[in-house]
């Protein structure tokens, strides 16, 4: 069996070391890095963000040598893994300050979430309801609690591409995918148990 | 200023005590913990006792065991008062269970086989084998400067695995330890904790810290009475430790006389030689000895401070006489220092190398070849030759300029 | 839906993990770390650690224990990100943008800013565009004057003049994620919190309040949900007193009919 190999993006957001830590905590081996070589020689992707999606996407541009990543994820098809604004960036549009362009590997928008009276950020755990079958999904009960922290969500265009939704006054798309593409709105990285378990669904991803 | 010990304006704790906070007003959490305690009117020591009995039925709807609680008991004055109030204020059947470290002294024996005697109780003991006691006591004392760390480690693991294995959901411990620094008040209804065991009890070691050493080779197996049992495996049997101190007036100097009356309890036949008090420790010997001139050859004070601050908040004593005591014994170095070298094969030279190297560089400061430290009543003396080498000195000098 | 957050803070001062009542007398519990760990195993939803030193001294004044003497803040956080299992957010003596940096590198998912705040509003403003409002949280110090509810800074202090709501609002204006809302007469008096100011700033504000100060009992956390439109509810001292407390708290709470996460411990 191929030996894993994770490659955690670094592009200049914060939480790269969290992400990292609970991989290596599962005995996985990982590296943090934006270097050509070492993103070829991974098994498997994430990409993980904090803060604004017009921001993300600025540094993302500056900092990760994109045509390598487009080429290895859409072309050749290599798992992985968006987590919160790195699921947004996938995007066509986010329209968090402003409209920005996205990444546009899974068709839809991000708009702000409509929360009706309840307090935005939406910050805390809720409960990720599977509205199909996926590898990512596999092997979780009913009631799964995951930490968000967002004030955005990902509004898809096509149905096929969402996995999971979670509802806050409305339902939002929390876990979205396309084949090898795939994005969770959470943080797997604080969700304690829950997040582990996405993880290692993840990697079972080839 | 270098070296400045300030000391509580209430009793005679210095601020280097051992978990002490002192406020801006000048008073130490310990003294304000009592005062805490002392403003409960009496009407509310009843309610407080009813809460107890409330507390003992929740636990009884779980009880699956025959007995209605374990007290880990070391045949004390404490463990007395304890087993009184359960057996014959609340009527309730409890198991005994003592940790046997092996320093007893002869009426902290009888005391404690008494007490099945005089109380109606079944009595577990648990002594660890006697060789692997002795290296623990070298081991504690070179690590951590305390060959008594075993005895804390006993007594506060292998009740709490009794109680799982027996499946007995209450645990009845006696004074709140944490008065001694303040850590907690009267309405905070302490309980036993995990995490309180292995900060302050076992001062962040445990039983898998000894194992390994070359000269005192320790295994799993010789630790089994050392180990705590999982969160899992108290939630399962719902074990809870409950302090009486919490729902009876404590009084030591009380207690001792109503122990002794009713049940014939023994004090000290001898005087202690670091402390005035003959009610407490009889189920250690070195724990007023040389256990605790570990404290004062690392902090400055002793347990003679301990007993004097006590004794000053209960209004036995004026803050002065307690100043007087101190001066008188807390820093003897008593006889036990014999009985134990010879138990351990230690001679004295080898334990003063040790020893010395606990001193803390915030208390003690080295002039001429002597430790020196200020005192309570005014000045400073000094307090024995250093038994350090030269390479020593200087790694204690270094320390003592980054950290004052 | 959405569950609303138990929340267990942690206080420290010069070292020593403490407990607080009225903001004028601490108990020393412990050293900075392993209060952590406990508190990971049970599963909590969160961690909110904060630094109330008046100096920046740190010394637990020995250094014959099982774990270091660490003698900077900074290195007290390196070594707590190594146990925590929940999301943190770190606070006190946040005065630029450099401190906050600082902190979110060394494994803080969020800050809170307490005094600059008051002393610097645009630090607020600042932080929120650089790292994201979901980041910041503004920690809110309260206290019944003669004149009503007034805003205190420095270690509850100084009278800012400012009501809790105007300032509430002026907060989550400027950026502010959550707002962090404690009564500093109630500190540490097991008491309950205060419901009134808990009712007032959570049905005016839109972003999340976390209610703290006086807890004495589970139901305390039970009545400020069932009473408050508040997001998530903290305490600091009373999860000390017992062991498994988080555990035993999500128990009686879910128990009694309150949208929690349900007890849980971690296989750590």
Same mark, same amino acid.
């Given at each position: 069996m191929e030996e894993k190999l994770v490659c955690v993006l670094d592009?200049?957001?914060?939480n790269v070391g969290s992400v990292s830590n609970l991989l290596q905590h599962l005995g996985i081996n990982t590296i943090i890095s934006n270097k050509e070589k070492e993103i070829q020689k991974s098994t498997h992707l994430i990409l993980p963000g904090v803060g604004s999606f017009g921001s993300a996407m600025e540094k993302i541009r500056k900092n990760l040598p994109m045509t390598l990543i487009e080429d290895d994820v859409v072309y050749k098809k290599k798992p992985f893994l968006g987590i919160c604004i790195g699921m947004q960036v $996938?995007?066509?549009?986010g329209f968090e300050f402003g409209k920005h362009d996205g990444l546009?590997?899974?068709?839809g928008n991000v708009e702000k979430i409509d929360s009706g009276d309840n307090p935005l950020p939406h910050i805390g755990w809720n409960n990720v309801t599977s509205v199909q079958e996926s590898k990512l999904m596999?092997?979780?009960?009913e009631i799964n609690d995951f930490y968000f922290v967002n004030s955005y969500c990902f509004k898809v265009q096509?149905?096929?591409? $969402?996995?999971a939704e979670t509802t806050y006054h409305k339902n939002f798309a929390s876990v979205i995918g396309r084949d090898n593409i795939l994005g969770v709105q959470f943080h797997p990285e604080k969700s304690q148990g829950a997040g582990q378990k996405i993880i290692k669904n993840f990697l079972e991803y080839k | 200023m270098k070296n400045e010990m300030k000391y509580c304006r209430k009793c005679v704790?210095?601020?280097?005590?051992?978990n002490l906070h002192v406020d801006d007003d000048g008073v130490c959490s310990s003294c304000k913990t009592f005062e805490a305690f002392e403003e409960i009117p009496d009407h509310f020591w009843d309610k407080r006792k009813e809460r107890l009995k409330k507390l003992i039925k929740e636990t009884s709807d779980n009880?699956?065991?025959?007995?209605d609680c374990l007290i880990p008991v070391s045949g004390g004055k404490d463990s007395y008062y304890q087993a009184h109030i359960i057996?014959?204020?609340?009527?309730l059947k409890p198991l005994l269970m003592t940790y046997h470290?092996?320093?007893?002294l002869p009426e902290g024996d009888s005391n404690r086989d008494k007490m099945r005697h005089v109380f109606d109780a079944d009595h577990i003991i648990w002594g660890p084998n006697i060789e692997v006691l002795k290296k623990l006591n070298r081991l504690g004392f070179k690590r951590?400067?305390?060959?008594n760390w075993q005895n804390h480690c006993g007594i506060f693991s292998s009740p709490i695995q009794v109680a799982v294995k027996f499946k007995i959901p209450l645990i009845i411990w006696g004074e709140i330890n944490w008065d001694i620094s303040?850590?907690?008040?009267?309405?905070?209804f302490m309980e036993f904790s995990a995490r309180v065991r292995h900060e302050h009890d076992l001062r962040g070691y445990e039983?898998?810290?000894?194992?390994?050493?070359?000269?005192d080779k320790l295994i799993e197996k010789d630790m089994i009475w050392a180990k705590y049992p999982s969160d899992e495996e108290i939630l399962e049997v719902g074990v809870r430790g409950l302090y009486i101190g919490n729902f009876f007036k404590w009084d030591p100097n009380e207690h001792t006389k109503m122990m002794q009356d009713k049940y014939g309890w023994e004090e000290a036949r001898q005087p202690f030689e670091r402390t005035?008090?003959?009610?407490?420790?009889?189920?250690?010997?070195?724990?007023?000895?040389i256990h605790d001139l570990m404290k004062f050859v690392k902090f400055g004070y002793g347990r003679c401070s301990d007993h004097a601050s006590k004794d000053i908040r209960t209004g036995y004593m004026s803050r002065e006489e307690g100043i007087e005591m101190v001066k008188k014994y807390d820093h003897v170095v008593s006889s036990d220092l014999y009985y134990w070298l010879d138990y351990v094969s230690m001679t004295e030279e080898e334990f003063w190398n040790i020893a010395d190297t606990f001193r803390d560089p915030r208390v003690w400061w080295i002039e001429d070849g002597m430790w020196w430290k200020m005192n309570i009543w005014g000045g400073s003396s000094s307090y024995g030759v250093v038994h350090l080498n030269e390479k020593q000195i200087k790694s204690f000098n270094k320390k003592q300029d980054e950290i004052t | 839906m959405k569950k609303n957050r138990v929340i267990p803070v942690l206080l420290l001062k010069n070292g020593w993990l403490v407990q607080s009542r009225g903001f004028s007398r601490h108990q020393n519990l412990g050293n900075p770390i392993d209060a952590v760990k406990r508190l990971s195993k049970w599963a909590s939803d969160e961690l909110v650690y904060l630094?109330?030193?008046?100096?920046n001294i740190y010394d637990?004044?020995?250094?014959?224990?099982?774990?270091k003497n660490i003698s900077s803040f900074l290195g007290i956080i390196e070594n707590i990100s190594k146990e925590v299992f929940m999301p943190m957010t770190i606070g006190g003596k946040i005065k630029n943008l450099n401190d906050i940096e600082d902190r979110l590198l060394l494994g803080a998912d969020k800050v809170s800013i307490n005094t600059e705040a008051y002393n610097n509003n645009k630090l607020i403003e600042d932080a929120a565009k650089e790292f994201?409002?979901?980041?910041i949280v503004v920690s809110m110090d309260v206290k019944k004057t003669e004149l009503g509810n007034r805003v205190f800074t420095k270690f509850g202090k100084e009278?800012?003049?400012?009501g809790p709501l105007y300032w509430a609002k002026l907060m989550e204006d400027y950026g502010a994620g959550e707002i962090l809302l404690n009564s500093i007469d109630r500190d540490?008096?097991?008491?309950?919190?205060?419901i009134e100011l808990l009712d007032q700033i959570s049905s005016e504000c839109s972003c999340p309040i976390i209610a703290f100060g006086?807890?004495?009992?589970?139901e305390h956390f039970k009545e400020a949900l069932d009473k408050t439109n508040v997001d998530s509810v903290a305490a600091a001292n009373?999860?000390?007193?017992?062991?498994?407390s988080v555990y035993m708290a999500k128990k009686y709470l879910s128990n009694n009919g309150c949208n929690v996460r349900k007890p849980d411990l971690l296989k750590i």
């Open positions: 592009y200049g957001s914060g $996938l995007a066509n549009y546009g590997w899974i068709e596999m092997g979780f009960e096509n149905e096929s591409n $969402l996995i | 704790y210095p601020f280097a005590t051992v009880n699956d065991s025959e007995y057996t014959k204020e609340l009527g470290g092996n320093n007893f951590m400067g305390d060959m303040g850590m907690f008040d009267p309405n905070d039983w898998y810290d000894f194992i390994g050493d070359q000269d005035y008090r003959r009610m407490s420790n009889l189920d250690d010997r070195y724990e007023n000895g | 630094d109330i030193s008046r100096d637990t004044r020995r250094d014959d224990q099982g774990y994201g409002s979901q980041c009278d800012t003049g400012y540490g008096s097991g008491e309950g919190y205060d006086g807890v004495g009992e589970w009373i999860f000390q007193y017992t062991d498994q």
